[in-house]
């Protein structure tokens, strides 16, 4: 049996189980984003993580 990871379509939490351990709502399997060699927000998230190691460095 293969163990994938879940998430739940009500609350938004991750599992395991077959049904939300939190609010027992309905999980789905979920998959990582296609990769795209022209990554259009590459840009962005680079930008981001920045800040928010530049944020934690200060505080």
Do not use: F, N
Request: net charge positive.
């Amino acid at each position: 049996m293969k163990m994938k990871m879940k998430k739940c379509r009500s609350c938004g939490e991750y599992t395991i189980q077959t049904t939300c351990p939190y609010c027992g709502g309905d999980v789905g399997e979920v998959y990582p984003p296609k990769y795209s060699p022209e990554d259009k927000y590459g840009k962005y998230r680079r930008l981001l993580k920045k800040q928010i190691k530049d944020q934690k460095g200060a505080g």
